[in-house]
């Protein structure tokens, strides 16, 4: 849905040996774009990375090096180590578009809940905290099975895309519209993004009752 | 989505004077269900109702009265009455399943963004009021425009079905499942209520960017 040409992009993926990350590693890495793939542990992204290097161009490092050198940086740690890591970080993402994929959830016996975040959203926390960046929220409902597995060839799923700043969500949809499947679509502004982040939780009740690997679409569009 | 026989069940719509209560009611008295609109005003309900009457079996009452006539009923009133309606309405709707459709929505020059409930949802608010009833949320994300368009002879969405009662959540699963193109799904427990309906607002920012009247549908299931 936008003519962005976003194939000479770096995409850093901090977090990027957990299922998300390198769902989407495996994915932009598969549609020609170059993978930075961060951790706290940079032998372990380096680990993730060789498991992909027949996909793409995949290179793991420490966070703070895939950081500084993504074009475009997704943010995809679990939410207990968003703000922290988000925080050391301010430098090596400035002046960049932070696309950030987390989901504040609590799981216990009855399944997963949204989380209450003091700033409305995982989102909105990291543009709280990353003043000189642009930060996009995208990535939230796409499922990590799918994602990683490579035996599915198109991911049918739309990316809602949530931000302010009208350049960055064009981007950041053309970044998902790479994906055979997977459809970018602009979802709203920043203070419309903890319901799709929390949307999540609903997915997960879907995918316990239903064994499926759900997602969304939206129809119409 | 499941084998209920719902047809043969009386549907009350309070606040059936809206587009949402006229559309949903429209729907349900076309797939030969017998339907009761409630309004504050019963004379306006009939009005509604007369304008229903080459689709089906509708009758307009006062809320009170439709809220006793109703197997099942529908909660369509806007979020401003939400809680005094529902406290009027406890010996009506006791023993009864209550399908609160209601989104809590701001709006302004941005657009529209959720509003904070205190109980955490308004399917959350009428289950805290309505002790004695089944609360399910569901009907959310539909749009009003197209339940209303009488040229519309499908509505191809997913109705997500959120509540903690089994029993409940598969009638209501069959009720939705009645209109072409609509199908119900379990959609999570009622403290995962809020997102689908803040998503809405979500919706809503894709209505205005795109020009369309969309809707969710759930992949892979």
Request: hydrophobic share 45%.
């Amino acid at each position: 849905m936008s003519d962005h040409d976003v194939t000479s992009l770096t995409i850093a993926v901090l977090g990027g040996t957990g299922p998300q990350g390198r769902g989407l590693a495996r994915r932009f890495a598969a549609a020609g774009l170059e993978v930075v793939l961060g951790s706290r542990d940079a032998s372990r992204a380096a680990d993730a990375a060789t498991a992909l290097a027949e996909v793409g161009r995949v290179r793991g490092a420490s966070n703070a090096e895939a950081a500084a050198a993504g074009d475009v940086v997704l943010v995809v740690v679990p939410w207990d180590g968003h703000e922290e890591l988000l925080r050391s970080l301010t430098e090596e993402l400035a002046g960049k578009i932070v696309v950030d994929c987390v989901n504040p959830l609590g799981f216990d016996k009855q399944g997963a809940y949204a989380l209450p975040v003091e700033e409305g959203s995982a989102t909105q926390q990291a543009a709280a905290i990353l003043t000189g960046s642009t930060v996009v929220g995208a990535f939230h409902n796409v499922s990590a099975v799918l994602l990683e597995d490579p035996t599915v060839e198109r991911v049918d799923t739309d990316v809602l895309v949530l931000g302010d700043d009208r350049e960055a969500t064009d981007l950041v949809q053309a970044l998902a519209d790479v994906v055979p499947g997977m459809r970018g679509m602009y979802g709203g502004r920043l203070r419309n993004a903890h319901q799709v982040e929390a949307l999540t939780a609903n997915l997960i009740s879907i995918n316990r009752r239903y064994k499926a690997h759900a997602g969304v679409r939206v129809t119409d569009v």
